[in-house]
């Protein structure tokens, strides 16, 4: 069975993918890397979960050493980390799927020259449904046009460092995109643009709090009406799910750049 390297193996998703991967019921897909960065106190230790039965693979800072069995790396550390990942992968002949936010456009060219040699996943966010969302998202802002105001709000446990998070920069990206529009030129921000909002801005709200998972909320508004599409994750396995089933799907695909949409449309 195909091999899974996981990067990050030791925070909230890192834990969530070793869940997931004990109770797949066909075992599709098996661990074989775990890395932590350099400063981990976990380093030496077996990747086993707590009370679970080790499961014989070593906890490394390692990069060459955690992907040398994999066929699939899945990228959920931290992003100051990505770039190196990307490129140990891409020298590994290793897949790549990337869950972290928050990297910057240095981190993305990195990404880009990488997938030039591997297949490379780029998940702001692996939830199914989230993913659904953006083609509703994306459908709604083609077929009510530019009158209607687009709002996007998202809820996030008080840890997340980034914000907007990258699932709605990524909503924002899909929606301007749908209207010809770049993100970047119609982005609206209330408190650092005052004065009366401009037609066709699409506006960003955040929240941090406690232990909330994840949601999304992403509204179009006009005089009369308002129509929102929400998405509330409540439990970190569902990313897990569908990064394992996305990791599986990108195993075998040739050198290039994915989305989840690409894995959505495959029969």
């Not at 406690?210 to 998405?231: K, N, Q």
Request: charged share 15%; with cysteine.
């Amino acid at each position: 069975m195909p091999g899974v390297a996981i990067f990050g193996i030791t925070g909230r998703m890192g834990q969530a993918l070793l869940r997931a991967l004990a109770e797949q019921p066909d075992g599709a897909l098996s661990l074989s890397g775990a890395i932590a960065s350099t400063q981990s106190r976990s380093l030496g230790a077996d990747a086993a979960l707590d009370g679970a039965a080790p499961t014989g693979i070593t906890i490394t800072a390692d990069l060459a050493a955690g992907l040398r069995a994999a066929g699939v790396a899945l990228e959920f550390g931290a992003a100051s980390g990505v770039a190196a990942h990307a490129l140990a992968c891409a020298d590994a002949g290793v897949s790549l799927l990337v869950g972290t936010t928050g990297f910057d456009a240095a981190t993305r060219a990195v990404l880009e020259a990488a997938a030039a040699r591997i297949p490379v996943l780029i998940a702001p966010n692996t939830s199914l449904g989230v993913n659904v969302l953006l083609a509703l998202a994306a459908s709604a802002a083609r077929a009510l046009g530019s009158g209607y105001d687009i709002d996007i709000h998202e809820v996030h446990h008080r840890a997340k460092r980034d914000a907007p998070s990258g699932t709605a920069l990524k909503i924002g990206e899909i929606v301007a995109g749908a209207r010809g529009a770049s993100l970047a030129d119609v982005r609206y921000d209330a408190l650092a643009q005052p004065g009366a909002r401009a037609a066709g801005r699409i506006g960003f709200s955040t929240q941090r709090a406690g232990d909330i998972v994840g949601d999304h909320t992403v509204s179009f508004s006009i005089a009369g009406e308002r129509l929102e599409i929400t998405h509330r994750a409540t439990d970190r396995m569902t990313f897990a799910r569908g990064a394992l089933r996305a990791a599986h799907w990108l195993i075998g695909r040739p050198a290039g750049l994915y989305a989840m949409e690409d894995l959505l449309k495959a029969p």
